[in-house]
Structures are given as structure tokens and as C-alpha cells.
């Protein structure tokens, strides 16, 4: 074995992975620059440190289970005149989940709601954050298996690891009163400790209807709308608009 291979052999038993793959190239990259000894092992920690947030970023991204890869750089802000890129952009600098604020994008279908939604978990996961993607007949149906179990507070542990829960398209399908309290004990569980980022089309006047006029109707709303911003998006479906056009 040889000098190198033992060398990066050493950084692979620390698991300096990255450093142990590339230590050759590093090597000759400070060899052409004529690096310091120090400039040499800052370059080392800098590439390592650089790989894990890679991994980490990537790890995350396939636990949060984002349906679809919508950037909010490409958000038609001209088609949807109810809300601003300047009130987007004042929500990156993420202190709503610093605070454990919510997100609430109220309006029919096909006006971006699920785009903002998913375009800013995007920023989150890149600025560091954990975040999950549920669609909310998916989320319903995950807490019910759960409860069967008798692993609901396991489930709601679970999801009360992210930084941020995405529930979208709440109110588009009924629930049973059983799924309507598990709801409520995971909304009752993030209240004040996570953020929710909520999609619905329904206002929250009509929410009694949607509950059925079940009492766990307002508790949920309660804690919803609490510490939350709220943004009503109006206009014609965007989707339906791309498809008479063509």
C-alpha cells in the first residue's frame, strides 16, 4: 500500500469520505497553488464540511417527500396578481419557523397554493431546515393506520421531527370523525412547537361545514390560525388556463 492510499485510508477510518476520495486532486491543487500548511488543511476541513451539507441537504430533500420539484423562481406572479414576490420573499428569511408561525395559502383550485407551498420547503430544506410534504388525504390516511395500530403518538412524534409539515389540499375530500381528532391531535401536538404550511380551498367560515360541524372544528382552527400569516389567492386555475391555451 502506498503512502497516499494510506493517508486517505486514515481519513476514510474518520470518515473524512470525501477527503479520502479527493485527497489526490486536493494534494495537487495545493501543490500548483503552493499552498501554506494552513491554507492546505483549511482546504481539507472546507471540501468535508462542504460533502456532509451535500448529504445532508440530499438526505433531507428524500425525507420530506416533495411531490414534485416546483421552484418559486418559476411561480407566474404575472397569472397570480393576489399575492407578491416582495411578500413571498419576506417569508426566506424563515424567522416564521424560528417563531413556529404558520403559513396558510387559502383559494380555489389551481391558483399556485401547492407551488408556494412546495417552492418554499425547497428554500427551507436549502437554508438548513427539515421539512414534510403531506397531501392531506395521504396525511388522514397515514394517522388512521397509525391509531389502528396503536402507534398514533409515534406517528405524531414522527412528524413532529421536521421543522415544518406541509399539509396540502385540506378540505377538497370529507374525513371520518375519527381522522378529523387525529388531525386534531397532531395539529393540537405542532401547535406552537413546528410550523404548518396549509393549502386549502376552503375559507375558514366554511370549515365547520368541512368538519361536518364536529366541536373539533374550532379548536383546530384555533390553533391554526394563531400565530399564522394568511394569504387569499383568488384568479382563474392556472392549469385550466395552460390547457385552453393549447
Known sequence: MSR???TAGRYRSLRCSAVATELPDLLARAEDNALSYLAFADLLAE??????????LQANQRKARLP?????????????TTITKRQVNALLDFGFVDNRENLVFIGPPGVGKTHLAIGIAQKALEAGYKAAFRNALALVEELELAEMK???????????RFDVLIIDELGYLPMSRQARYN???LVHSLYEYRSVILTT??????WGE?????NVAVPIIDRVIHHSHIFMLGGESYRLKQKTAG
Do not use: C, M, P, W
Open 201 to 206: 380551498n376552503k375559507d375558514f367560515t366554511d
Open 150 to 160: 396503536g402507534e398514533l403518538k409515534k406517528k405524531i412524534s414522527q412528524l413532529a
Open 4 to 6: 497516499l492510499e494510506d
Open 68 to 80: 414534485a420539484d416546483k421552484r418559486l423562481e418559476a411561480f407566474d406572479y404575472h397569472h397570480q
Open 210 to 214: 368541512f368538519f361536518h360541524n364536529d
Open 183 to 185: 388531525l386534531f391531535q
Open 47 to 56: 471540501r468535508e464540511q462542504h460533502a456532509r451539507e451535500v448529504k445532508r
